[in-house]
């Protein structure tokens, strides 16, 4: 017994240390925070090493470390195609979007709105859609990191939830985005190596790969773990995971916050290359778990058990930052993010006006507090991660995925088809969810949802007017909005695309 309560304060020691660290970082950066812009987007200054850590450390969160994990725990090799989907969906974000950064938008909502001749209805509907998916991304990151402060320290869940969302909450309302970008960089690196050593030690402990593919099913070590899922169901959690990236707002974020298009675009196509290269990790270590302690009863816990239970104390400290690293560089980024949609959107589409430039900061602060409130609430009403963060995207951002390539792509395209899009896959998605047969032959509603989304937005574009309001004039109206939070946003015309002169 007391070498257990030994074993917990080391983890809990390892933790704060970490907090402590993340909170220094917060304070130190504080300092720039002058304008709402600084405060939400880092001024606009992020650079290519800035871009790649956090982005990097935002995508091997909380699905790809104890969800992965999880999933490898059950079935094998399948836990590779959340790290190559999310690799896809990063290479597709760069190659179709990077050049939103041209255009000054500060919001998802923003730019979706710009792609439907700057309608408010397109703009404000994808703001609450945007924002309850944000708290969604929230919940699950705080319920990932608490199950990991829960098993490693002995602290009752409940209170882990909190202390998580009071751990990043704590340097992410001091330092801003800024904040985010720099303590992800951190979080990133401890992350990456302390993920590396666990999948090597695990892959050693358990006697190499024979040993894993030996005491594995059959099914759970064929390619991809493709016969452990079925060949529909493991392209559908392929697809999920890139529609997550292609439509979660924070990595957007990530392009309007870079000092120009080139350099979101080197940062993605780097992020990619490493989060592919990174997929093999969770399937090795998932499987090492299945061998050294099958039947486990909850196998988000693989990681953790490995962390405490298989390896040296000193291995389990450091593991329980890395795997804590993931789950807080994922939930900084979701909290900053939807107090944007919040303060930049939703704010102006209830009350008709954007916050005062001089109290943005202040507000800030106090929607931060807010936004992980409700996250607590939401964090509680999950049950595995994996199925928490598939059935939130299937349901919210397939529709909203294709509204915005549509948008983007179709120039008959209408606001009333783009509506219609985001509605029929959240339909689509509800309906799949509610037939047990269907469910069991898709894995999860992606695809139909994405195909119904597809359908339905065309052919309410095909029947309704079309949109007159030309880019320009669009972007026009949208730089006027912005310039009403004096954030540094100039105003511009015809000529809207930033100046490269603008590069740091």
């Given amino acids: 017994m007391n070498m257990i309560a030994g074993s917990n304060a080391v983890y809990l020691s390892a933790f704060l240390g970490m907090l402590v660290l993340m909170l220094g970082l917060g304070i130190l950066v504080a300092r720039r925070n002058r304008t709402g812009e600084d405060f939400l987007l880092a001024g606009r200054r992020l650079t290519l090493p800035m871009v790649t850590g956090s982005a990097l450390a935002t995508l091997v969160g909380t699905g790809s470390s104890l969800g992965a994990v999880s999933l490898s725990y059950e079935n094998g090799w399948a836990g590779a195609l959340y790290g190559l989907g999310g690799a896809v969906g990063i290479f597709l974000l760069l190659w179709l979007f990077a050049d939103a950064r041209d255009h000054g938008f500060m919001t998802f909502p923003e730019e979706m709105s710009f792609y439907y001749g700057a309608n408010r209805v397109i703009k404000g509907t994808v703001a609450v859609v945007l924002f309850l998916a944000t708290i969604g991304w929230l919940g699950a990151h705080i319920l ?29 309302v001091i330092g801003g985005y800024l904040a985010v970008v720099v303590t992800d960089m951190v979080q990133g690196t401890i992350l990456f190596f302390g993920f590396t050593i666990l999948a090597v030690l695990a892959l050693v402990k358990v006697g190499g790969f024979g040993a894993i593919n030996a005491g594995a099913p059959a099914e759970a070590t064929s390619f991809l773990g493709v016969e452990a899922l079925g060949i529909v169901p493991a ?20 392009i309007y916050s870079a000092n120009s298009t080139r350099t979101a675009r080197r940062s993605f196509a780097l992020v990619g290359v490493l989060f592919a290269v990174f997929a093999i990790a969770p399937p090795i270590v998932g499987l090492s778990a299945q061998a050294l302690r099958p039947g486990m009863e909850n196998p988000d816990l693989a990681f953790p058990h490995l962390a405490t239970e298989v390896f040296p104390l000193w291995v389990g400290a450091l593991l329980l930052v890395a795997g804590l690293s993931a789950t807080m560089s994922s939930g900084d980024s979701e909290a900053i993010t939807g107090v944007t949609i919040f303060l930049r959107d939703i704010s102006h589409l209830v009350t008709g006006k ?30 595995t991660i994996i199925d928490y963060i598939t059935t939130m995207i299937s349901t919210v951002l397939t529709g909203l995925l294709v509204a915005v390539l549509l948008g983007k792509f179709w120039r008959r395209t209408t606001w009333q088809g783009g509506l ?7 339909v689509a998605a ?15 509603p992606a695809i139909p949802s994405l195909a119904v989304a597809l359908v339905v937005g065309i052919l309410v574009s095909l029947v309704t007017p ?8 669009a972007l026009r109206l949208l730089a006027a909005e912005r310039a009403e939070l004096d954030v540094g946003t100039r105003l511009r015309g015809e000529d809207s695309t930033a100046p490269e002169e603008r590069e740091i």
Avoid: C
């Avoid at 509610?434 to 999860?444: D, I, Q, Y």
């Fill in 144 to 172: 990932g990191g608490a199950l990991y402060l829960s098993y490693l320290t002995g602290m009752d869940m409940a209170l882990a939830k909190i202390v998580v969302a009071l751990g990043f909450g704590l340097y992410t």
């Fill in 354 to 383: 954007l916050p005062k430039a001089e109290n943005m900061v202040v507000h800030s602060r106090i929607a931060l507090v807010a936004v992980l409130s409700l996250a607590l609430v939401g964090a509680l009403l999950a049950e």
């Fill in 235 to 254: 392209i559908s959690l392929a697809v999920v995971i890139a529609v997550g990236v292609l439509a979660t707002p924070s990595h957007r974020q990530r």
């Fill in 466 to 473: 079309r949109t007159r309001i030309s880019d320009a004039e």
């Fill in 430 to 444: 509800t309906a799949v969810n509610l037939s047990g047969r269907l469910t069991e032959f898709w894995g999860n």
């Fill in 420 to 426: 219609g899009a985001i509605i029929g896959g959240a």
